[in-house]
């Protein structure tokens, strides 16, 4: 059966047009300090309309098929300041525009989270970039599994290969990748979450202090500068272990606080269940923040034990980190990616 249709019209994400000419400008800026050459390309879905594509690392690496983070959009998770841009070194790094993220370039799609829209979404994003294991139409992502196809890898460079791809969500991205994992697990050669939404048992419960709840609804009522600039000052010292940085990213979620209307909501832990997690049998890498406003690291950790015991899950804990980690140890989290990657042949182009 195929997936439904968005119900109705995405509601306006800006404030005003002013903010969204700011958000552009500064996902161009982005583009253009990304650490290695790069291609964009769109990419038509059955369901969901066009999607934008950033690629970037040499165009004959293995392909990571990186989900980003909420106002993380595209360059930004390329940036400095997390740290994965040396991931372009070793991989063929593709990295979709999730809709109605701040500044993207898809076009914009309701995702219900009720009724796994990320996943569904996600997988005619697959399909279309031609990977191995991707359901070959929107029908088909309406199922629950998928014959594995031999099909060669759609992303310029990631050549012909029978396995699935690599790939990787942060924070938003890993509840997206979630939803995949629980939908579509023959779409998923290998999982990296890094601080990922949904995934702690207690994800969804306001876990943001209540100045910060507050902030956000007087900015919503007020729409001004200055209660723009408060939410975003309050949400990156909750957020973040350096919330004064200028790093593109950081400077892309602070603009973001200030210009955007609301963030759509991520899949739910409800939805996402226990048991579709556990039929999941490719290998993940956990990465998850021991102070992480949104679920405790330990909490996530924990779960993940239980849902993929032995071998197949490697976890680490971010001890005295939060939600966007900084200094050296995001060089860490990358070289521990590329580590991991090579234990399981994902840095081999078949």
């Given amino acids: 059966m195929a997936?439904?249709?968005?119900?109705?019209?995405?509601?306006?994400?800006?404030?005003?047009?002013?903010?969204?000419?700011?958000?552009?400008?500064?996902?161009?800026?982005?583009?253009?300090?990304?650490?290695?050459?790069?291609?964009?390309?769109?990419?038509?879905?059955?369901?969901?309309?066009?999607?934008?594509?950033?690629?970037?690392?040499?165009?004959?690496?293995?392909?990571?098929?990186?989900?980003?983070?909420t106002a993380c959009p595209?360059?930004?998770?390329?940036?400095?300041?997390?740290?994965?841009?040396?991931?372009?070194?070793?991989?063929?790094?593709?990295?979709?525009?999730?809709?109605?993220?701040?500044?993207?370039?898809?076009?914009?799609?309701?995702?219900?989270?009720?009724?796994?829209?990320?996943?569904?979404?996600?997988?005619?994003?697959?399909?279309?970039?031609g990977?191995?294991?991707?359901?070959?139409?929107?029908?088909?992502?309406?199922?629950?599994?998928?014959?594995p196809s031999t099909?060669?890898?759609?992303?310029?460079?990631?050549?012909?290969?029978?396995?699935?791809?690599?790939?990787?969500?942060?924070?938003?991205?890993?509840?997206?990748?979630?939803?995949?994992?629980a939908i579509h697990p023959e779409t998923v050669g290998g999982a990296v979450l890094v601080v990922p939404g949904s995934l702690h048992p207690e994800a969804g419960h306001n876990w943001l202090p209540l100045r910060a709840s507050l902030a956000m609804l007087l900015h919503w009522v007020l729409r001004r500068d200055w209660s723009g600039a408060l939410v975003a000052r309050i949400m990156m010292a909750e957020m973040c272990d350096e919330p004064e940085s200028t790093d593109p990213a950081m400077q892309a979620v602070r603009l973001a606080f200030r210009h955007v209307r609301f963030f759509p909501e991520p899949p739910r832990t409800a939805t996402i269940t226990d048991e579709a997690l556990r039929a999941f049998k490719a290998p993940v890498l956990l990465i998850?923040?021991?102070?992480?406003?949104?679920?405790?690291?330990?909490g996530t950790i924990e779960r993940a034990q239980r849902l993929w015991p032995g071998s197949q899950c490697e976890a680490v804990l971010l001890e005295g980190h939060k939600h966007m980690p900084g200094g050296q140890d995001t060089m860490d989290v990358t070289g521990k990616i590329c580590e991991w990657a090579a234990e399981h042949h994902f840095d081999r182009t078949e």
Avoid at 85 to 114: C, E, H, M, Y
Avoid at 131 to 147: I, L, Y
Avoid at 153 to 181: F, I
């Fill in 3 to 69: 997936p439904p249709a968005p119900a109705s019209p995405p509601s306006e994400l800006y404030f005003s047009a002013a903010g969204e000419a700011e958000l552009r400008r500064q996902y161009d800026a982005a583009l253009a300090a990304l650490p290695a050459p790069h291609t964009e390309r769109y990419v038509t879905t059955e369901n969901f309309g066009q999607v934008h594509v950033l690629e970037c690392g040499p165009a004959g690496a293995p392909p990571l098929v990186l989900w980003h983070g």
């Fill in 74 to 129: 595209g360059p930004f998770m390329l940036s400095s300041g997390f740290g994965f841009g040396g991931l372009t070194k070793r991989f063929r790094v593709i990295i979709p525009d999730i809709p109605l993220q701040s500044g993207g370039r898809s076009d914009p799609a309701n995702l219900d989270p009720a009724a796994h829209g990320h996943g569904r979404w996600a997988a005619e994003v697959l399909a279309a970039l």
């Fill in 131 to 147: 990977f191995a294991g991707s359901p070959a139409s929107a029908s088909d992502a309406g199922a629950s599994a998928a014959a």
């Fill in 151 to 181: 099909a060669a890898g759609g992303a310029s460079g990631a050549g012909a290969t029978a396995r699935p791809p690599l790939q990787m969500g942060v924070s938003l991205g890993g509840a997206l990748l979630l939803d995949v994992m």
């Fill in 288 to 298: 998850a923040s021991e102070h992480d406003v949104f679920g405790p690291g330990r």
